[in-house]
């Protein structure tokens, strides 16, 4: 059975730095491209970034770019996101999930909807205070 596990989230003031971890358990994630995603209250999920099967390639929501930053260990079956100079618009719920396409990619771009992901965690609650 396929799980997924985000950790890492919690409550931090604006300015503040968390990193999320996204850990599999029955499923190799070496081979698929990962999303992190955002539900933030009364609002739709959005896609957050995204990180090809070999760390190749990343992209990121224009709200994030420049503070964020995705990134992958193979090895121990973990993705990772880095949260930098969080706002308090930055609160929501961060969930992973797995790109359902096979192998490696150059761009992970095409794999953003989240139509493109078969698998979710329960998602990780992060709270930026003001």
């Known amino acids: 059975q396929v799980q997924l596990v985000e950790s890492g989230g919690g409550l931090v003031q604006a300015g503040g730095s968390l990193r999320l971890s996204c850990t599999a358990s029955?499923?190799?994630?070496?081979?698929?491209?990962i999303g992190w995603f955002r539900q933030a209250p009364g609002k739709e999920r959005e896609g957050v970034s995204c990180?090809?099967?070999?760390?190749?390639?990343?992209d990121y929501a224009d709200s994030v770019k420049g503070r964020f930053t995705i990134s992958r260990n193979n090895a121990k079956n973990t993705v990772y996101l880095q949260m930098n100079s969080l706002k308090p618009e930055n609160t929501a719920v961060y969930y992973c999930?797995?790109?359902?396409?096979?192998?490696?990619?150059?761009?992970?771009?095409?794999?953003?909807?989240?139509?493109?992901?078969?698998?979710w965690g329960q998602g990780t609650q992060v709270t930026v205070s003001s």
């Open positions: 029955g499923f190799t994630l070496s081979h698929y491209t």
């Open positions: 999930a797995i790109g359902i396409s096979y192998g490696d990619y150059l761009s992970c771009v095409g794999q953003r909807a989240q139509s493109e992901h078969n698998y």
């Open positions: 990180i090809t099967s070999s760390g190749g390639n990343t």
